[in-house]
């Protein structure tokens, strides 16, 4: 039974390759890749000024009012990073509907360049999420996430040191299957936790999935408090918590104390510098200033009545529920910034493995003639089928993606079997 169900988990580890494996790779390169954000958009765009002797910041509302008189239309945030040698940023929606980011010198109010629709790398987030396909894109990322959950698993099994058979070791030479098949396993067995981390922890973004999962901590009262987010700007969801990612702003009364004056409550507040200012898009809807945070416990989001400045929420990580703090520092971990340095090396370390997976699989199959793994007991596909669906129903869009690779999984072994006994030749009675 022993070797019957590990042929039959090594069949199906390699099917779920088959399935998502240029997906997974498109990931890891866009994960990679996003690891470095800070300094891939420094590299591309004016992100670092210089500071002359003397000079003092100019007032966030001259700023805005210079790139408002520059663009032509209204700005609807600015960024004030935590570091005085780095530009600001001020954000305006242009007549076509792009979002233009002027990059502003805060020293002399020199424009120094911009960025549309988030540039260079939120079309690499895009990639990564699949988000130019739309919701379809996001639901794919689910599937396959969920599949590669079920190749580590899998893979810790079929790699789990066993008599005269290491966990961690590449034996003969390049020109032979064994080569590659010691690598893939080596590669594998020693980032499966990591990949394993990287999936679970990228599940939080999907529709679905997240979805239900918000409800359920929100449900059990350990999420977040109710937040007061301005409606009109999902940019603003973007650079809020996770968890504080819902719900909608009240009206209030009309008239504005100006952004100066939130500007200075929020630095008596204790947050003076690397935070997001999103303004009031409509009468009496409040301001937003929301920490750009790192770490998930500097997560902060404090929203101010434009009309007398009282401070309507100040919603930090102690806040928070169990439930929504684990899901943050998930988050923050996932994206290498939980840890410092170290972190990121280890996300990084994860996403190259991964690539390289996706890259010695093919070269390994075709080292076995392109054949597939060889069909095992029913007894031993039953089990493996049953713990599959055990997994779906933790993850239902990947569980109905397994079905219907069980339900063909099935009809081949059907067709095969009729084949060898209705076949060309063969009759009845097998004569």
């Not at 700007?233 to 809020?240: M, N, T, V």
Request: net charge positive.
């Amino acid at each position: 039974m022993a070797q019957g169900l590990y042929r039959a988990i090594w069949r199906w580890h390699f099917h779920a390759g088959l399935i998502v494996l240029p997906v997974l790779a498109l990931m890891a390169v866009t994960g990679a890749l996003y690891l470095y954000k800070p300094e891939i958009e420094a590299l591309v765009y004016p992100v670092h000024v210089q500071q002359q002797d003397g000079q003092s910041l100019l007032s966030p509302s001259h700023i805005i009012s210079i790139v408002e008189r520059y663009a032509g239309s209204k700005p609807t945030q600015l960024l004030r990073p935590a570091s005085d040698t780095e530009s600001w940023r001020v954000t305006t929606r242009a007549a076509d509907g792009q979002t233009i980011v002027y990059f502003v010198d805060a020293f002399d109010g020199r424009i120094l360049g911009q960025m549309r629709n988030g540039g260079l790398m939120q079309l690499v987030r895009d990639l990564h999420s699949l988000a130019l396909t739309g919701p379809v894109g996001n639901r794919l990322v689910e599937v396959v996430a969920g599949w590669a959950i079920l190749l580590c698993l899998t893979g810790l099994y079929l790699r789990w040191p066993r008599r005269g058979r290491p966990a961690l070791a590449v034996r003969g030479r390049p020109s032979g299957r064994l080569f590659w098949r010691d690598l893939h396993g080596t590669l594998g067995f020693a980032s499966a936790l990591v990949i394993l981390f990287l999936a679970v922890t990228g599940m939080p973004w999907t529709d679905v999935w997240g979805g239900e999962l918000r409800a359920v901590i929100a449900a059990n009262g350990a999420g977040r408090p109710p937040m007061k987010v301005n409606p009109w700007a999902p940019a603003a969801k973007q650079a809020l918590p996770w968890t504080l990612r819902e719900g909608g702003a009240t009206a209030g009364a009309s008239g504005d104390i100006g952004v100066d004056a939130v500007v200075r409550i929020a630095a008596r507040r204790g947050l003076s510098s690397g935070y997001q200012l999103f303004l009031p898009a409509s009468p009496g809807a409040p301001y937003l200033v929301s920490a750009i945070a790192t770490r998930a416990d500097a997560a902060r989001a404090i929203t101010i009545a434009a009309a007398d400045g009282a401070v309507v929420q100040d919603a930090d990580w102690r806040q928070f529920g169990i439930g929504a703090k684990a899901v943050e520092w998930g988050v923050a971990t996932h994206m290498g910034q939980q840890y410092g340095e170290a972190n990121r090396l280890l996300m990084l370390a994860g996403c190259l493995c991964l690539l390289a997976l996706c890259l010695t699989a093919p070269l390994l199959w075709w080292k076995r003639g392109l054949g597939a793994p060889p069909p095992a007991q029913p007894g031993a596909l039953r089990m493996v089928a049953g713990m599959m669906l055990a997994l779906g129903l933790l993850f239902p869009l990947t569980g109905l993606s397994m079905v219907a690779a069980l339900t063909g999984e099935w009809l081949v072994g059907r067709i095969r079997r009729a084949w060898f006994i209705f076949g060309p030749g063969r009759t009845m009675g097998g004569a």
